[in-house]
């Protein structure tokens, strides 16, 4: 006995696994027209079925077979079932062995969005297992496997004759074309238990070329479960003058869920190998990771001169290992160690240009109200020694770096129950040893009172008061050689004071079919004269004027010094803005009230009583064009003390950045920190055609001897060049890079780098 149901449009009905619905009749079955399932491009998702042993079902027809208990349904077939959807031209479901078989346009979307499509599917067993002809299976990361043949066995699901590819397949118009890269075998294996796709008799091919062949291959299916386990990576290959011929094969391996070790042989053409360990582990508290690199061999001093005659040998290595914890919603601790065993390992192995190494510490506690640091950090000096005419002009020990530890801040913010300002009160210490050099100890106590009011004309008035107890030691000052970074040797106190009027008056209106905004602005900061020289030096060196600091209270950039010199400082702010065009400028000078001799020296555009002018100009077009300018300029003859540009132009995909700095502040060449220089960097990127660009940099030291006598540039001295070419779509990143370094640091000589970067994505990880 055969019944046949036919839809009237009237939506979606929810039926039992065996369609008992359907056998209630044709009144019942009469629901089924609209469709329930949508294509998995497009259309709404039916509604979830009320139990797992539920299906959602539609279909044009249904026909039931009472004999062979079959039911047929045809006419853009779609189902709902346990998270699978299905559409089909026709479905034949036999209730007594539970095997469905879809024919025609099928496509099945599972739970975890991987979208198979096919000529012909037969499901079994709670469509766990089944069996498709001509088969497409779409990843939902992406990745494709197409196959003449596929089964699927629980979470195993094998293809037969297959490729792989996260490649696209079509072009723009729809045609067929060929993937960059893919992956054939003879058999494809995709265990979704294991998370990894395996193959046998793989070929592996670039462009349409067989570049190799594997009798065995697997990589991580993508989904980012269980890591995707181990295996080798991607090599990489490169040449340079300092290592010869290099090439790097990456082993990983998996270790746990949260744990992973990647092992990288170096293997070089002029120098022996060496081994790179990366170690990862993530837990409940934080996550930290373990670099290190190792080999043996000849090494030279960090020295210009240095002859091979003075190479000697051993084991050279570096390790960077960093992590953060974070043990509850307020307390976290940070750590880094970097560290190396000669001043030029790290260069001429090609890891990075570092001139100093930082390793760090910090135990932190944050509040809505208060801050607590407690730190430590240590730098190794990586700097050369230079010379001219056999005189040594620049000499970095590793002795004059300190070791900070501990170094403890704790501030905490306060509500001024009188007035309505804030109170900020700073306790700091910090202890600075070194192996052969001047030793420092420092603690202060420092209490800060903010006020900020509106007045009814519209100015922004903010009062200020400040104070601070200082508490010094050092001892050993003959070891630094700036005499006014020593301070004197034993106990020192200081006490700082300080009061200050900031005023604001911001005027708005509109121009040219914009806004501008203009808004002068005046500080009177009155402050006695304070101890400095007989106080060491340690974090205040570098000052210098800027646009960023013309309001400070301080315009030393640390503790240790203390601008102590009453003042008033008068400038402006502009800014414009109109549909995608914004500029921004300001422009100020200061005027010290007191006539006595201050402590910045000559050409930090403080010294006088009238300051140097700063600012600073930023235009933004759009996102084609940005570009700004920081200045200082002479108070007496208006020339260029500071001049620092950078600048954008471009797209995203073709762009040019240049960046400019210019320091000519005629400052005495033995205060080693604040030494003019000058150079120009350029960088840039360049579309071709749609895929390919070419991209390079440059950095010159413009740097003359005149403005740096320890300066080994004579005007025109490049420092790093570098240009490539690279191929990049949604599947595919390949480039060729050469780079040409001119330090000329005892081993890591000046030489070209040639490297090749073949980056396959989708591809796992």
């Not at 040893?433 to 420092?446: L, S, V, Y």
């Not at 007496?636 to 995203?652: P, W």
Request: net charge neutral; charged share 25%.
């Amino acid at each position: 006995m055969r019944r046949r149901a036919r839809g009237d449009g009237a939506g979606p009905t929810r039926l039992p696994l065996v369609l008992a619905l359907v056998l209630a009749g044709p009144a019942a079955a009469q629901s089924l027209a609209t469709p329930a399932i949508p294509s998995p491009a497009a259309g709404p998702a039916p509604a979830t079925p009320a139990t797992e042993e539920q299906v959602t079902f539609s279909a044009a027809q249904l026909d039931y077979d009472d004999t062979g208990d079959v039911v047929t349904a045809t006419g853009d077939v779609r189902m709902l079932r346990q998270g699978s959807r299905l559409r089909a031209d026709t479905v034949v479901w036999n209730r007594k062995t539970d095997e469905m078989r879809a024919i025609g346009h099928v496509a099945v979307v599972n739970p975890g969005g991987d979208t198979s499509y096919a000529d012909t599917l037969t499901l079994t067993d709670d469509q766990k297992n089944g069996v498709a002809d001509n088969l497409l299976l779409v990843l939902n990361n992406g990745g494709r496997i197409a196959a003449e043949h596929g089964q699927k066995t629980g979470d195993r699901t094998r293809f037969d004759h297959a490729a792989y590819t996260p490649c696209r397949v079509e072009d723009d118009a729809g045609c067929p074309t060929h993937p960059s890269w893919q992956i054939t075998a003879l058999r494809v294996t995709l265990d979704q238990g294991r998370h990894r796709i395996y193959y046998k008799d793989a070929r592996f091919r670039l462009f349409g070329v067989t570049l190799v062949a594997l009798p065995a291959l697997s990589h991580p299916d993508g989904t980012g479960a269980g890591g995707g386990g181990s295996g080798l990576l991607l090599p990489t290959s490169q040449y340079s003058k300092a290592t010869g011929f290099e090439l790097d094969q990456p082993y990983y391996v998996q270790l746990g869920p949260n744990r992973d070790l990647t092992v990288t042989p170096r293997i070089y053409s002029a120098v022996l190998p060496a081994i790179d360990l990366t170690y990862r582990q993530l837990n409940q508290l934080g996550a930290f990771q373990i670099r290190g690199m190792a080999t043996y061999g000849s090494r030279l001093p960090a020295d210009i001169f240095a002859a091979p005659t003075s190479a000697d040998k051993g084991v050279r290595a570096f390790v960077d290992a960093n992590g953060q914890w974070q043990f509850d919603p307020n307390w976290s601790l940070t750590a880094q160690i970097r560290a190396e065993t000669d001043r030029t390992f790290l260069k001429r192995y090609g890891i990075n240009n570092d001139d100093r190494l930082r390793s760090t510490i910090d135990l932190e506690r944050i509040d809505d109200d208060s801050y607590l640091s407690i730190a430590g950090w240590f730098v190794q000096e990586l700097r050369a020694t230079y010379a001219q005419n056999g005189t040594v002009v620049s000499n970095y020990p590793q002795g004059q770096q300190p070791i900070a530890l501990p170094e403890i801040d704790y501030r905490r913010r306060v509500a001024d129950p009188w007035l309505g300002g804030v109170f900020q009160l700073q306790l700091n210490t910090l202890a600075l040893t070194r192996t052969a050099g001047q030793d420092t100890q420092r603690a202060f106590a420092e209490l800060r009172w903010d006020l900020a009011k509106l007045t009814p004309w519209g100015q922004q008035v903010t009062f200020t008061a400040y104070s601070r107890a200082d508490a010094y030691h050092t001892s050993d000052i003959d070891a630094t050689d700036t005499a006014i970074y020593r301070g004197t040797a034993g106990w020192q106190g200081r006490g700082i004071a300080a009061a200050a009027v900031d005023v604001r008056w911001p005027f708005i209106g509109e121009l040219f079919g914009g806004t501008q905004q203009i808004v002068p602005r005046v500080q009177l900061v009155a402050e006695p004269h304070t101890k400095n020289l007989s106080i060491p030096d340690e974090d205040s060196r570098a000052v210098d004027l800027e646009d960023s600091n013309l309001f400070a209270l301080n315009r030393f950039s640390g503790y240790d010094r203390w601008e102590d010199s009453s003042r008033i400082t008068y400038g402006a702010e502009w800014s414009y803005t109109r549909p995608r065009l914004e500029v921004n400028a300001n422009v100020g000078q200061s005027y010290r009230l007191s006539d006595e001799p201050t402590i910045l020296p000559p050409g930090t555009g403080l010294s006088d009583r009238f300051s140097d002018y700063v600012g600073r100009v930023s235009v933004k077009y759009g996102g084609f064009f940005e570009i700004t300018e920081r200045f200082r300029l002479d108070k007496d003859k208006l020339a260029l003390r500071r001049n620092e540009v950078d600048a954008t132009i471009g797209s995203k995909t073709t762009y040019a950045l240049v960046g400019y700095l210019k320091l000519n502040r005629n400052i005495d060449p033995a205060i080693e920190d604040l030494r003019d220089l000058s150079e120009v960097r350029i960088s840039g990127r360049i579309q071709i055609a749609r895929y390919w660009s070419i991209f390079g940099s440059t950095i010159v030291d413009l740097t003359t001897q005149k403005q740096d006598p320890t300066s080994l540039s004579d005007g025109f001295a490049p420092v790093r060049d570098r240009v490539g070419i690279t191929f990049e779509n949604e599947c595919l990143a390949l480039g060729v890079t050469w780079l040409r370094n001119y330090d000329p640091t005892g081993d890591a000589r000046r030489g070209s780098t040639f490297s090749l970067r073949l980056a396959l994505k989708n591809l796992g990880r």
